[in-house]
């Protein structure tokens, strides 16, 4: 069955610093990919996504992701994260057999150190 | 533009009794969908509507839970006899037709005590 796995119940880390959230995924083809963010009170909100053509992706609020396929990852990164960017962050895959069906990590929740 | 919209935002509910969840998607927006998300989780596929009709109910846990959008548009999510571990956080999305990229509601946060 497909799944995706988040590896990292929770990250901190100081503001300005790097940041990079890991997401792996089981799947029998080229995934459609994508990372959304939830802030308390807030919908989730699409980050950046990836269907085809260029590994790296560039989203909104300055992140970014690279698609992986020897290392079944697409892993979300930002050079310098601000204190806003503290939320919750999911990966998910859309489903081999559904054009809309996604399946979901668990998340991994974002703490900044001031 | 205005972003997906759920009434009401807190729903508190004896066991037992019924709830209806209301979703308003974004306008145009021919599919649309409703998930669970527990805490500690991601979303839980619950039902896909494609225009009126339920496309895939499959990820509804019982016959408790039933969803309808007859216009095509706005859609409700009622559950019957609500248990305890009914409680959640319910989440609709809305995407312009069966596409993977889904916008998000704020969600309903229901508790069932």
């Known amino acids: 069955a497909q799944s995706v796995t988040q590896p990292d119940i929770h990250i901190t880390v100081s503001e300005g610093a790097s940041l990079e959230l890991r997401c792996n995924y089981s799947?029998?083809?080229?995934?459609?990919l994508f990372w959304y963010v939830q802030s308390p009170g807030q919908g989730l909100q699409l980050l950046l996504k990836?269907?085809?053509?260029d590994t790296l992706v560039q989203g909104i609020k300055g992140f970014e992701a690279e698609f992986k396929r020897s290392q079944s990852s697409f892993n979300l990164r930002k050079p310098s994260v601000h204190w806003s960017d503290a939320a919750e962050y999911f990966c998910a895959v859309g489903r081999m057999d559904s054009n809309y069906q996604l399946i979901w990590g668990a998340g991994t929740k974002l703490i900044i150190k001031p | 533009g205005a972003g997906v919209s759920q009434t009401p935002s807190n729903k508190v509910t004896e066991k037992g009794k019924y709830v209806e969840l209301r979703c308003d998607p974004i306008s145009g927006h021919t599919a649309l969908y409703w998930y669970r998300q527990s805490l500690g989780q991601g979303p839980e596929f619950l039902i896909y509507?494609?225009?009126?009709?339920?496309?895939?109910d499959s990820g509804l846990p019982n016959d408790r839970f039933f969803a309808v959008r007859p216009e095509g548009s706005v859609s409700t999510l009622k559950i019957q006899r609500t248990e305890r571990g009914d409680s959640a956080v319910y989440l609709c999305a809305s995407s312009p037709y069966s596409a993977q990229e889904q916008f998000f509601g704020p969600g309903t946060r229901l508790t069932v005590l």
């Open positions: 990836y269907f085809s053509g």
């Open positions: 799947y029998g083809a080229t995934p459609y």
């Open positions: 509507f494609q225009g009126t009709g339920a496309a895939d």
